[in-house]
């Protein structure tokens, strides 16, 4: 089993800078894939973004390429994610997610364990 605790959500003015930590419980966190989700109200939860067990290989959605950056301490059970040039459509719940798998990454089924989520706001 492993549990995961998000933190570093809030609200931000557009153009402005967040970073969510998403602690991991358990010794087998570097044996997952790291992703991160978001989903805004009425919406689909969307991918944002994914890093491999060793932190040298990430991957973005198209909608926050060059404005998010995953990155991982495994020594330390976390993974960030990094917010710059922050916009009102990033607003939404952000969950940090363990995939153990490493496949179809951008797929919500693939992964295992989900955090509860933290809220983004982003005011114009």
């Known amino acids: 089993q492993v549990q995961l605790v998000e933190s570093g959500g809030g609200l931000v003015q557009a153009g402005g800078s967040l970073r969510l930590s998403c602690v991991a419980s358990?010794?087998?966190?570097?044996?997952?894939?790291m992703g991160w989700f978001r989903q805004a109200p009425g919406k689909e939860r969307e991918f944002i973004a994914v890093?491999?067990?060793?932190?040298?290989?990430?991957h973005y959605a198209d909608s926050v390429e060059g404005r998010f950056t995953i990155s991982r301490d495994n020594a330390k059970n976390t993974v960030y994610l990094q917010m710059n040039s922050l916009k009102p459509e990033d607003t939404a719940v952000y969950y940090c997610?363990?995939?153990?798998?490493?496949?179809?990454?951008?797929?919500?089924?693939?992964?295992?364990?989900w955090g509860q989520g933290t809220q983004v706001t982003v005011s114009s």
């Open positions: 358990g010794n087998s966190f570097s044996n997952f894939y």
């Open positions: 997610a363990a995939d153990p798998f490493g496949v179809d990454y951008g797929c919500y089924d693939e992964y295992d364990y």
């Open positions: 890093i491999n067990w060793s932190g040298g290989s990430a």
